[in-house]
Structures are given as C-alpha cells and as structure tokens.
C-alpha cells in the first residue's frame, strides 16, 4: 500500500528522472505553499461552516421563539382551530408520557440484549450450532434496525398496532413504535459500556462464589452504570425530536391523552401541525425554540455523563 | 436456588437479544403482507416506472417519487459531501486543537436537531430565499433546491464524523514517508491520506445517501410534495431544481392516515421500495467499513 502509494505520489511530483532528485527551485516551492495556503483557507470554511450553519438555525429559532414564550404560552393548552392560538402545554405532558412510557418498553429489552450479547454471546458461539448463528442474527438485526429510516418504522407501528392490534391513533401505539425505533440506539450504547468493563471486576466476583448473574447485577451494571444511562439519555432524545413515527401512530389531538388509548401531540408534533396546517409560524418557533432547548440540555447531560465515565473507569482501572 | 435464577436469566437475556430479530422480521413481514398485493395488482414495473400517481383512480405510478428522492438526495450529495469531507480532513489534520474542541461538539450537535426545525427553519428562511434569489417563472421556492440544501446540512454530521475517523485511521507511516520526501501538508493530505481513507469515506457517503433518502418530516415541509415527475422549468437544466417535488417518504407520511385499500396498500409498497433501498445502501457502507478494518 505505501509503495504505491508512495509511487503514484512521486510520478506527480515534477522532479526530472536524469538528473537526481535536486531541492526544487525555491519558486516551485513557493508556489506550493500558496496552494497550500489557499486549500488550507477552504480546509478552514468547511469548518467552521458546521458552526455557523448550528449557530445560525439555533440562533434563528431561539431568538424568534423567544417572542411568543411567556408563562402564558407554556402553561395553557393549544386551543386548535385555524390561527393555532394558545399555549404548548398539554404538548409537554404529552411528551413526557410518550418519552417515560418509550423508555419503559425500550430500556429493559435493550440493556437485556446489550448483556446477552456481551455477557453470554462468547459462550453461546462456542455452543452449538443454531445459538450461535442466532447470536450472529441478532447482531445484523440491531445493525440493519439502526440504519431502517424513521418513517418505516411508523409505517409498521401503523400496520401492527394502529390498524391490527386495533390500539387506534395512541399513546401506547406510538410508545411501541418508538420503542423499535430506539431499541438499537440503547443496545448499541449498553453494549458499548458493558465491554468497557475490565474483565478483572467480572473474574474477582466469580472468585468470590458469586454467580454470573449476581456478578452482572452488582458489580458489572453499576460498573458501567453512566454508560448505559448515556444511551438511555440519547433514546429521550431520539424520542423528543422524533416526529415522521408519531406523525402516524399517535393522531395528533391537541388535548392530552387521559388514557394509554387515546392519541395526543408531541412538541416536535405541534411544530409540524402549527408550520404545516394553520401557518402558524411564529408559534412554531415558539414550540421549535422550547424543543430545541430541550435538546440541548439533553446533550449536555450526555456530554456530563460521559466524563464522569471516563474519569470512573479511569480512576478504578 | 440462586443457580435456578442465574440459569432463567439467561435465558430472558437471550429472549431479549431476539427481539430486535423479531422487531425486523415483523417490519418485513408486515410491510410486506401489505404492500405486496399492490405489485400484484399494479404490476411491477407499471408500479416502479408508471409515471402517474392518481390514487382515486387507480393510477398508482411511484416513479415521480422515486425521481424525486433521488434527485434530492443527489443535490444533497453534491452540496453536503464536499464541505463535509473538507470538515472531516480540517478536524483531523488541520484545526487547532482548541477549535476542535468547539467544532465536533457542534457537529454532533447539529445532528441531534430535530427535523421538524430544520423543515420550520427551511420553510421561513431557505423558501423565501431561494424564491427571491432565482427569479424564474414557476419558482415557488418550495421544492428540490429547498431539499437538498436542507438536506445537505442534516447529512453532514454523519459524513464528516464517519470519515474523519476514516483519516485518522491512516497509519502514521504513510503520512510521515509523504512529508519526509518533501510534499507540503497539503499535498500529502490530496496524494496519499485521502487516497488510502478512500474506501472509508466513500462508506461515509453512502451512509449520508441512507440518511437522505430516509428523511421525511423536513422534506414534507420544503420540497411541496407534487405528484409529477421534476422537469426544468425552462431551457436551463438546472432550474429543474426549482421544480416541486415529492419524496418517497413524504409519499408515505402525507396518504397514510387516510389511505384505504389498494392506495393503502401502495403506500406499503412504498415503503417496500424505500426499505429495500436503504438495507441495500446501508449493508453496501457496511462492507466496505468491515473491509477496511480487516
């Protein structure tokens, strides 16, 4: 690789083959520092054009958001209707439920196979035949899970629990439906952490008499607590700005649902009706500018976590 | 007893480990069982090239939307991957390290802005603009450009972060022998690290078409979701991308709370088409990262 890399370099360089390879002309040289300088220039727009581009829109949003906010607007309901007057308040209840009753479904199946496949999978490809190609199955599954687009994932959660689980345009549809969508994000994450547990915690506790299970409880989970609490973080996240899967699973009535069977709105929900059917748009960026605070303290708080994490493991590895 | 415990519990791990296979083989099976009796009953090729999508009469033709995706995903391609890639090789070769502390952080960032305020800052910001800016009979504002330029920004997190790791991944040797027979920076970053990062960031850019042709709140929002087939809109090419359009996904979100039967099931179908797609798109990305880390 590097001899041809190396020889298809050279063929370039403008160095004459009868005589040997002489310092270039100190013009030639000049001539490729300014190229240099130039492409380095560009280098130095494309970015900084990710930095403008996040400070532009979260600027834009904030400050045009920041007109309609009040406590008014955030503790009175959305009253529908054409002009899309009122508030945003039943769109946060409804966006805590969703999250809480998501993470209810996804986190324990998602750390549950994150263990399996850490845990219990080295042994089982040892085994025979049939568990070891199911572990091998479940590993494509999550990967090809994590790449499938949003809206396939509400096109099921329409099929399977809207139309033939007769659930209806609701909460627990959508909860479903986004469980599937974040179960590869919180698996993945999990995962992540659990192998980042030295193997010397895991050989310490079966020393001591301890079974394999007792050892992951109480010593291999907490070890690796923030991290698969980092992953959990980023599947509220998916869940609040998620919007094509609840788009068609959860109906979009602006009351809160009183009931796991009945269909509500999300913020990033009332963002799209407000924009889309009544044209509301500066409450839109009223909604929009709450939501993208939200995100923000989330990846906060994912950035928090996972220093606390690296310095744990740093300290007691 | 506790053997009893440890023994069931890893048996619930491995029930858990499965449900993500289920997960899948359900979306399959489901999308599938729906969309099928469409290519049935349209016919395959009628389905994937009819160039007419009239639901209530029957006239069920995905290729305006497959002309569409396509068309903004390539317009994402064009505008995104440059200045993603030319992010990538500033992160890793050229930015000082306290400014590489602001800008991964911002991108990463910007990944997780929801698309709803992408689509609301494209409808308020980018439309009008682009409206503005190209003065041509039938510009609306709304449609391919709006797209792929909203597009553009949403893909460049995945393509610079996937293909910095791609550059940071060279060995040390093959910049270091570049340097030491006298290349500038520059020209061992253009001769030989982007050279061998190659298979890396082409990966880069494929997962960036995966996340561009499954895009669908934004682009509902900006694109106008029109049912024909774009066509420029006058002698200049390019202004075909001034034309509205429509997404596969957009297909899908717009018709499916109140689709019944066979426009139902073509929307499934849809789905099927989009499906099919991104597993192709995605498994080819995967590949070719797994070959370089072997």
Redesign the interface.
């Known amino acids: 690789?590097?001899e041809r890399?190396?020889s298809?370099?050279?063929k370039?360089?403008t160095c004459d083959r009868s005589v040997p390879c002489a310092?270039?002309a100190s013009t030639h040289l000049r001539r490729?520092?300014a190229?240099?300088a130039l492409?380095?220039g560009?280098?130095?727009?494309?970015?900084?054009?990710?930095?403008v581009?996040?400070?532009g829109?979260?600027g834009?949003?904030l400050w045009?958001g920041a007109q309609v906010i009040d406590w008014e607007f955030l503790t009175t309901a959305p009253r529908g209707g054409l002009a899309g007057e009122g508030g945003i308040s039943t769109t946060i209840v409804t966006t805590l439920y969703l999250v809480g009753l998501t993470l209810a479904i996804a986190a324990?199946?998602?750390?549950?196979?994150a263990?399996?496949?850490v845990?219990?999978?080295g042994e089982a490809a040892k085994g025979s035949g049939l568990t070891s190609r199911?572990?091998s199955?479940?590993r494509?599954?999550?990967?090809?899970?994590a790449?499938?687009?949003?809206?396939?994932?509400?096109?099921?959660g329409?099929?399977?629990f809207v139309v033939?689980l007769r659930f209806g345009f609701s909460l627990i549809a959508a909860a479903m439906s986004g469980a599937?969508l974040i179960?590869?994000v919180i698996?993945r994450t999990a995962e992540e952490a659990l192998k980042a547990v030295p193997r010397s915690y895991r050989e310490g506790s079966l020393a001591l008499g301890a079974?394999?299970?007792?050892t992951i409880w109480q010593v291999v989970l907490p070890a690796a607590g923030p991290g698969v609490i980092t992953g959990i973080v980023l599947g509220v996240?998916r869940v609040?700005?998620?919007?094509?899967v609840f788009?068609?699973t959860l109906g979009g009535n602006a009351a809160a649902p009183r009931s796991l069977l009945q269909g509500g709105r999300t913020m990033?929900?009332h963002?799209?009706y407000l924009?889309?059917d009544t044209r509301a748009?500066d409450r839109?960026?009223g909604t929009?500018a709450i939501?993208?605070v939200t995100?923000?303290l989330?990846?906060a708080s994912i950035?928090w976590l996972s220093r606390r994490y690296t310095k744990r493991m740093m300290g007691n590895g | 007893m506790?053997?009893l415990?440890?023994r069931g519990?890893?048996y619930?791990?491995?029930?858990?480990?499965?449900?993500?296979?289920l997960?899948?083989l359900?979306?399959g099976l489901?999308?599938l069982r729906?969309g099928l009796p469409a290519f049935r009953t349209v016919g395959v090729g009628e389905l994937l090239l009819g160039r007419v999508w009239r639901p209530k009469e029957g006239q069920l033709g995905l290729w305006p939307m497959i002309a569409g995706s396509v068309l903004a995903t390539t317009g994402a391609i064009v505008l995104g991957v440059?200045?993603?890639?030319?992010?990538a090789?500033?992160?890793a070769?050229?930015?000082p390290n306290w400014?590489r502390e602001?800008?991964r952080?911002?991108?990463?960032?910007?990944a997780?802005?929801?698309?709803?305020?992408?689509?609301?800052?494209g409808?308020?910001?980018l439309v009008p603009w682009v409206r503005n800016t190209f003065q041509v009979p039938g510009n609306t504002g709304y449609g391919l450009l709006s797209a792929s330029i909203v597009l553009a920004?949403m893909i460049?997190?995945t393509v610079?972060s996937v293909s910095e790791d791609a550059i940071r991944s060279v060995?040390k040797?093959?910049k270091e022998?570049?340097l030491a027979?006298?290349?500038?920076?520059?020209?061992t970053i253009?001769?030989?690290i982007l050279?061998?990062a190659r298979s890396g960031i082409t990966a880069a850019v494929i997962l960036g078409v995966?996340r561009a042709?499954?895009?669908?709140?934004a682009m509902?929002?900006v694109i106008g979701n029109s049912v024909v087939v774009p066509s420029p809109l006058n002698d200049n090419p390019l202004t075909l991308f001034l034309r509205q359009a429509r997404t596969l996904?957009g297909n899908?979100?717009v018709e499916?709370?109140y689709a019944t039967g066979l426009q139902e099931q073509a929307?499934?179908a849809t789905?099927v088409v989009?499906?099919v797609l991104?597993?192709a798109v995605?498994s080819l990305a995967?590949a070719l990262l797994s070959r370089r880390a072997a």
């Not at chain 2, 619930?12 to 296979?21: E, G, I, K, P």
């Open positions: 690789m590097t890399l190396l298809a370099y050279a370039r360089a310092p270039p490729r520092r190229v240099q492409a380095f560009a280098l130095w727009l494309a970015g900084l054009a990710g930095v581009v996040l400070v829109v979260v834009y949003v045009t324990p199946l998602g750390i549950g196979a263990i399996y496949l845990e219990y999978a199911l572990v199955v479940a494509f599954g999550v990967e090809t899970l790449g499938v687009p949003s809206i396939v994932f509400g096109l099921f329409y099929a399977l033939a599937c179960l590869p698996i079974t394999r299970w007792q996240g609040v700005s998620e919007t094509a788009y068609v990033a929900l963002v799209y924009a889309m748009f839109a960026m929009g939501l993208v995100i923000m989330i990846n950035t | 506790r053997f415990v440890d519990v890893k619930l791990m491995f029930a858990c480990a499965m449900v993500s296979v997960v899948l359900l979306i489901f999308i729906e440059p200045v993603s890639l030319g992010a090789v500033f992160l070769e050229v930015a400014l602001i800008v952080p911002a991108v990463e960032l910007l997780g802005i929801p698309s709803v305020i992408y689509g609301l800052f409808m308020i910001v920004v460049l997190p610079t060995r040797e093959h022998g570049s027979l006298g290349a500038t920076h520059w020209q253009v001769g030989v050279p061998a995966g042709l499954g895009e669908t709140m509902i929002m996904t899908i979100a499916i709370s929307l499934f789905g989009l499906f991104i597993i995605n995967r």
